[in-house]
């Protein structure tokens, strides 16, 4: 069994004393596992626009101050999103982490698969469903993964954390729609205006023209999820996957594939604990009472 170490304490207490974060960190030995240079991703997930239970940046400058006194380079890490809203790409996505406070760290917000999400690389993994995973590519040249995950409900994986964090969160957008979608997607009619933009992005030429509309063929579409996010109207329908164990599986032999590779430690933040994730572009009340932080080196083992 892994070792989880874990401070009790509420939202409140921690925003009173973030060092405890640091306190836990130096009990769990993470800062042993790096050395001076070091490029130090904390991943994070900064919270939709109008969402505020994502993890305070307030809680993380000491911990910022205590790697970078380790002579690492700490930074903000984060992709993209599959759907439609303000972290789509790199330049509102950047634009809301500073809205939300994260740029008074002072350390670069770099989203790890590029301005549009389509940097990627690919991890071979041999699983189930994937022999091969594709994750941000900026993955490959961080030395050191701390995955910071705010513990929340979660309507399709029925909670979401470290696991989640990983394998969704450090997916390129072509994995997310991977793990998400068991088919192509589908272009609503109704709403399309017949720009074009989809099939000028395509990479296999899977959208075509057909009479008045435009559509995907299913044999040429690779999900790479251009398409999804090129498009004015939202036109491009993601087909949703309600196979939930599926969805679940996917998601962690994408969690596998990051976490393999690389050196990696977890923190689960069991404070303002919500029913729905960070994603929801709401205010989401508390939903549970605090319960603390946990400290791992193991994904499966602190979630
Ligand atoms: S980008 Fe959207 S609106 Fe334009 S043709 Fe494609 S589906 Fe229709
Ligand atoms: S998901 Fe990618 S491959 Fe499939 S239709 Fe859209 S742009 Fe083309």
Redesign the pocket.
């Known amino acids: 069994m892994s070792e989880v170490f874990f401070k009790r304490g509420s939202y409140q207490e921690f925003l009173r004393c973030p060092q405890h974060i640091v306190d836990g960190c130096r009990k769990a030995g993470f800062a042993k596992r790096c050395k001076r240079n070091d490029f130090v991703g904390f991943k994070l997930h900064f919270g939709e626009k109008g969402n505020k239970s994502y993890i305070n940046p307030s809680l993380l400058a000491p911990l910022i101050k205590f790697f970078h006194a380790q002579g690492t380079n700490p930074f903000l890490f984060e992709t993209n999103t599959l759907y439609r809203g303000q972290r789509m790409n790199s330049i509102d996505h950047i634009r809301l982490a500073k809205s939300h406070g994260f740029g008074k760290l002072n350390v670069p917000i770099i989203i790890g698969d590029g301005l549009r999400g389509k940097d990627e690389i690919e991890a071979h993994v041999e699983l189930k469903h994937f022999s091969t995973c594709f994750i941000a590519s900026a993955l490959k040249d961080i030395d050191f993964l701390l995955v910071l995950s705010h513990f929340t409900g979660h309507m399709l994986t029925g909670f979401g954390a470290a696991i989640k964090n990983l394998g969704m969160g450090c997916a390129s957008r072509r994995g997310k729609l991977a793990q998400h979608c068991v088919v192509s997607p589908q272009?609503?009619e109704d709403?399309?205006?017949?720009?074009?933009?989809?099939?000028k992005v395509c990479p296999t030429a899977a959208?075509l023209?057909k009479d008045k509309?435009?559509c995907i063929v299913e044999e040429k579409c690779i999900g790479c999820a251009q398409?999804i996010s090129?498009?004015?109207?939202?036109?491009?329908k993601i087909i949703w996957s309600e196979e939930y164990d599926e969805l679940g599986e996917k998601m962690v032999e994408h969690a596998y594939a990051v976490a393999k590779h690389r050196k990696c430690a977890y923190i689960n933040f069991c404070i303002y604990i919500t029913k729905e994730c960070d994603c929801m572009n709401k205010e989401n009340n508390e939903y549970v009472p605090d319960y603390g932080i946990f400290f791992s080196e193991d994904p499966v083992c602190i979630d």
């Open positions: 272009i609503k709403k399309c205006v017949l720009c074009g933009e989809c099939a959208v023209r509309c435009f398409c090129v498009c004015p109207q939202a036109a491009v």
